[in-house]
């Protein structure tokens, strides 16, 4: 099963989420101000006072989420919100030639900061420089998503809705290559898993790495190499509460060889983190579990496994462990755990 196969009934927000009608959105927007190569939104506050989303999205505002014309994927310059340029996340996923979508993300906002915003968005000179063709032609004004963190904290890892999150539904497996103080490196291999749906789909592109590890190591994590390389990922932190948090590592895009073959190496600020033993959370000492991704925004598949304390696939291969996935296939907590 391809990843369109299983995108193909999906609309936008592209997403599976507890809430989709716009009443749950306390949040709108107009278009206040368009020219050629730039359009300015401004959001504004509609006064939904209902509980449940309207509150969550209150209370902080994660990303903004818009329709797109696939033909602009190359085509956004810069993105201003309230006419400053900042590190946000910003993202231009394709689906097929009529789905796609253009996420702001990382903006955190307070329920003020929300309700009086205004993005701005340049455009190249290209097919999208005229400021109405970035949007589809039958797009209506709200086709917008917002989305709050704060509705993962129900989740236990990888706090997220996905259709897959089994071991056996994951072709890669991951163990320590080495750890001293300040550093420690992760080997990712092929575990063997052919099966049909998600094994294939994050065969074919694999689009984020995801660590649970300990909440007080927000602010450690210094640098991440990729066979040896530092380059241009997304790399975030995200702390739900005093016992919950992911280490994200986005736009990797690997293929099926990148992947089986990607030596993660994380290196530790000189603070309560500089024991790599310190950053894994939630297995024995030293481990922790990783989730794989599909295509950035699909999560149709994120299975999870345990991080190995070191290479021991040969060992679970000869059990006929599927190289460390427990026999039921489902229990997140054994799941490649010694």
């Not at 946000?88 to 689906?95: E, K, L, Q, R, S």
């Not at 000179?125 to 709050?148: F, H, N």
């Not at 640098?223 to 995200?238: C, E, H, R, T």
């Not at 598949?301 to 059990?319: D, E, H, I, K, R």
Request: with cysteine; aromatic share 12%.
């Amino acid at each position: 099963m391809s990843m369109r196969e299983l995108l193909q009934d999906i609309s936008f927000p592209y997403a599976k989420c507890q809430a989709y009608s716009c009443q749950d959105s306390p949040w709108g927007m107009y278009i206040k101000s368009k020219e050629s190569g730039k359009v300015c939104y401004q959001m504004y506050d509609n006064g939904c006072k209902s509980d449940g989303c309207c509150n969550v999205l209150r209370e902080r505002t994660h990303k903004v989420q818009f329709k797109t014309n696939p033909l602009c994927k190359r085509e956004i310059d810069t993105v201003f919100i309230n006419g400053v340029e900042k590190p946000y996340g910003i993202y231009f996923d394709v689906f097929d030639e009529n789905n796609a979508m253009f996420r702001i993300t990382n903006l955190d906002w307070t329920e003020l900061e929300a309700a009086t915003a205004e993005i701005c968005i340049t455009l190249k000179r290209g097919v999208c420089a005229a400021a109405d063709a970035w949007r589809l032609a039958e797009e209506m004004p709200d086709l917008l998503a917002m989305s709050g963190r704060e509705l993962l904290q129900e989740f236990s890892f990888p706090y997220a809705q996905c259709q897959a999150y089994s071991c056996r539904d994951s072709p890669w497996g991951m163990y320590i290559k080495s750890k001293e103080s300040g550093k420690v490196c992760y080997q990712m291999y092929d575990n063997g898993c052919k099966s049909d749906g998600c094994c294939n789909v994050l065969r074919e592109r694999t689009h984020k790495i995801q660590f649970r590890t300990n909440p007080i190591c927000k602010r450690e994590v210094d640098q991440v190499f990729i066979n040896g390389v530092v380059k241009p990922y997304g790399l975030y932190f995200d702390v739900f509460d005093e016992t919950n948090a992911a280490f994200r590592i986005t736009n990797l895009d690997w293929t099926e060889l990148e992947a089986a073959t990607a030596e993660i190496c994380i290196t530790l600020k000189r603070g309560v983190c500089r024991n790599p033993d310190d950053f894994c959370y939630g297995a024995d000492p030293g481990q922790c579990y990783f989730s794989s991704f599909d295509y950035a925004s699909s999560q149709l598949c994120c299975p999870t496994m345990c991080v190995l304390a070191s290479n021991f696939t040969g060992m679970y291969a000869a059990l006929g462990n599927d190289y460390g996935c427990d026999p039921q296939g489902t229990s997140m907590i054994t799941c490649g755990c010694i």
